[in-house]
C-alpha cells in the first residue's frame, strides 16, 4: 500500500503562484509515476501533469502548459507541482495520485491505484 498526502494548496490572485507538495510513504518502491489531477465543482476530474518516478520524464495537459511544472524527490519521497500565472480556472481541488509497475500512466485516473485527499486550490480574478 501507498499513502498520499498533499500539502500546499490556499487562496491566491489571478497571476499569483503556488506549490502544491505531496508526500508518499509505504511500499513506495512500488510507484511507477506520479500525477496531479483536479476537480472543479460540477466538473470531472481532469488529469494535470504526470511524471515517471526514475527518468522524471513528464507529461502536461494542454491547459496548464507553459504554466505549471511537475518534478519529484526521490530521496524524500515527495512529489511538486509548481503552479505559476494561475488564472480562475485552475481553481479545483488537486489530488496526487501513484500507479505501480505495470500501469502506463496516461493522463486517465484508470490509470493510478493511489490517491491522495486533495487540498484546495482557489483562484480570485
Known amino acids: 500500500q501507498v499513502h498520499l498526502v498533499e500539502s500546499g494548496g490556499g487562496s491566491v490572485q489571478a497571476g499569483g503562484s503556488l506549490r502544491l507538495n505531496c508526500t508518499a510513504s509505504g511500499y513506495t518502491y512500488s510507484i511507477a509515476c506520479m500525477g496531479w489531477f483536479r476537480q472543479a465543482p460540477g466538473k470531472e476530474r481532469e488529469g494535470v501533469a504526470r511524471?515517471?518516478?526514475?527518468?522524471?520524464?513528464?507529461v502536461y495537459a494542454d491547459s496548464v502548459k507553459g504554466r505549471f511544472t511537475i518534478s519529484r524527490d526521490i530521496a524524500k519521497n515527495t512529489l511538486y507541482l509548481q503552479m505559476n500565472s494561475l488564472k480562475p480556472e485552475d481553481t479545483a481541488m488537486y489530488h496526487c495520485?501513484?500507479?505501480?509497475?505495470?500501469?502506463?500512466?496516461?493522463?486517465?485516473?484508470?490509470?493510478?491505484?493511489?490517491w491522495g485527499q486533495g487540498t484546495q486550490v482557489t483562484v480570485s480574478s
Open positions: 495520485a501513484a500507479a505501480r509497475y505495470g500501469s502506463t500512466c496516461q493522463l486517465f485516473e484508470s490509470d493510478y491505484n493511489y
Open positions: 511524471i515517471w518516478r526514475q527518468s522524471g520524464s513528464t
